[in-house]
T-cell receptor, first 115, second 111 residues
Framework: DVKVTQSSRYLVKRTGEKVFLECVQDMDHENMFWYRQDPGLGLRLIYFSYDVKMKEKGDIPEGYSVSREKKERFSLILESASTNQTSMYLC??????????????FGPGTRLTVL | SQQGEEDPQALSIQEGENATMNCSYK?????LQWYRQNSGRGLVHLILIRSNEREKHSGRLRVTLDTSKKSSSLLITASRAADTASYFCATDTGANSKLTFGKGITLSVRP
């Protein structure tokens, strides 16, 4: 079974802190994604990556950056955390199969609170 | 940008009843997927239907796709309390393996 793990289930940070959210997958997937989930807004894509050192902006990249130095690891960085970044953050991965079957596998999520 | 829109937003049924959830989308797709999320957890893939398919079954799940109406429905038959969760549809337009998720439907199954 594919396993996607996230470094923390719950995280509390202060405004202005630099925050790192780590995601690791163990199935050699090429694609990795970071979403945030807020009540009434569903899942919104922040950044995604198709390969090591590759990154693409999603729908809401402002205030975030990412790093993918190894294929299995995709990090989300909040350079200076703000209260409006309080949210549930979900990481996902998928195989690079164009146009046919690209099921995404999700981690358990990190609930981040910024005070 | 939201592609899939689920309907209804919330559904409450008795155990043993069937649950039907709908999803509408705006642009052409390669496939449409349904996911389940238990409270406070990550999403789990349930079923995928390709654009050239009209119906698909998996256990107690039945999904249909009408590309002319740009809509899909997920039917859960003989529901159980354990089916209580949020359900999301996600569309794949074939652009870069991205999926676009709807806002989700909250299903409550009363014992």
């Amino acid at each position: 079974d594919v396993k996607v793990t996230q470094s923390s289930r719950y995280l509390v940070k202060r405004t202005g802190e630099k925050v790192f959210l780590e995601c690791v997958q163990d199935m050699d997937h090429e694609n990795m994604f970071w979403y945030r989930q807020d009540p009434g807004l569903g899942l919104r894509l922040i950044y995604f990556s198709y390969d090591v050192k590759m990154k693409e902006k999603g729908d809401i990249p402002e205030g975030y950056s990412v790093s993918r130095e190894k294929k299995e690891r995709f990090s989300l960085i909040l350079e200076s955390a703000s209260t409006n970044q309080t949210s549930m953050y979900l990481c996902a991965s998928s195989l690079s199969v164009r146009g046919s079957y690209n099921e995404q596998f999700f981690g358990p999520g990190t609930r981040l609170t910024v005070l | 940008s939201q592609q899939g829109e689920e309907d209804p937003q919330a559904l409450s049924i008795q155990e043993g009843e069937n649950a039907t959830m709908n999803c509408s989308y705006k642009t052409s797709i390669n496939n449409l997927q349904w996911y389940r999320q238990n409270s406070g957890r990550g999403l789990v893939h349930l079923i995928l239907i390709r654009s050239n398919e009209r119906e698909k079954h998996s256990g107690r799940l039945r999904v249909t796709l009408d590309t002319s109406k740009k809509s899909s429905s997920l039917l859960i038959t003989a529901s159980r309390a354990a089916d209580t969760a949020s359900y999301f549809c996600a569309t794949d337009t074939g652009a870069n393996s991205k999926l676009t998720f709807g806002k989700g439907i909250t299903l409550s199954v009363r014992p």
